[in-house]
């Protein structure tokens, strides 16, 4: 059996990407891929692995989770999703950088030795993820964040490199925040793992959030009247309907960060292009890009 992790990370998608896949669960479910609650394993993924610490789960403690887990015993491949998975929010900034727990996800594979296990994680510009992680905490986890933030290690990079050498051989995908409503769609694809011709609901999910519902509907009408556009084409279809009809940007949090500059955003933002160019190398991974 294949079972896919999905980390997050946190201030991302809210948790509208596993929503959207269940939107699809009984189409899924024919296809042989379980789409379970979240409430039915969150909280005891957490238990099982934090109990074992990484030690291979016995025979007895796998079968009790996917009899948890599982709808039925006739799936091969299962979706879980948790921005928790490594960490709560208040512990994604340290002075070691970006999700300094991100070994832990080798605890996560362990409750499943018998398995193939995957992961998945969406990386996002250190410009707008840290002002958005930390607008979500408490006043009091938000000055313990700010203390221990080192503007010089907010390097995604390191977070997948840990993935993959905590978990060796596991297949691992990756994409941007940025680009998460051009390839909604197919990031909903990735993580399941559908044929892809099966049709399922949910495509503009993301794109919703951020498009006017006028544009929307033009948008959806000028698609199902090309359906002949190649990817690429299509892609840029949604580009052009999204620069004439996008909603207001929601505005950035005003946060006192130390050493927190104009020039601190425009550098962080180079760096992060240069991290993806570098994760786009890494054996192992797959970056999913427009």
Request: charged content about 30%; aromatic content about 6%.
């Amino acid at each position: 059996m294949q079972i896919l992790f999905h980390l997050g990370a946190h201030c991302t998608d809210g948790g509208l990407l596993i929503r959207s896949i269940l939107r699809n669960r009984a189409a899924l479910a024919i296809e042989g891929i379980g789409v379970p609650g979240p409430g039915r394993y969150r909280e005891l993924l957490g238990d099982v692995s934090t109990t074992l610490r990484g030690e291979p789960a016995n025979a007895e403690t796998e079968t009790m989770l996917l009899e948890a887990i599982r709808d039925d015993d006739t799936a091969d491949r299962i979706l879980l999703s948790n921005e928790n998975f490594l960490c709560r929010a208040s512990k994604v900034l340290s002075t070691e950088g970006l999700y300094p727990k991100v070994a832990k996800s080798a605890w996560l594979r362990q409750c499943f030795p018998s398995h193939e296990v995957e992961f998945a994680l969406t990386l996002r510009d250190p410009a707008t993820f840290v002002p958005a992680v930390l607008a979500d905490l408490s006043e009091d986890d938000r000055e313990a964040a700010t203390d221990v933030l080192r503007l010089d290690r907010l390097i995604w990079a390191d977070v997948v490199m840990e993935l993959i050498e905590a978990n060796p051989g596991a297949r691992i995908v990756v994409w941007r925040y940025e680009d998460a409503h051009f390839i909604w769609a197919e990031l909903i694809r990735e993580l399941s793992a559908h044929d892809p011709f099966t049709e399922l609901d949910g495509a503009f999910d993301a794109l919703e959030q951020i498009i006017t519902p006028d544009g929307l509907e033009r948008l959806r009408t000028f698609l199902k009247t090309h359906s002949e556009l190649s990817e690429p084409r299509r892609r840029k279809t949604i580009e052009a309907f999204l620069e004439a009809h996008a909603r207001a940007p929601e505005p950035t949090p005003e946060l006192d960060i130390p050493g927190w500059s104009d020039d601190t955003v425009q550098h962080l933002s180079r760096a992060y292009a240069d991290d993806v160019a570098v994760i786009a190398e890494m054996p192992g991974v797959e970056l999913i890009l427009p």
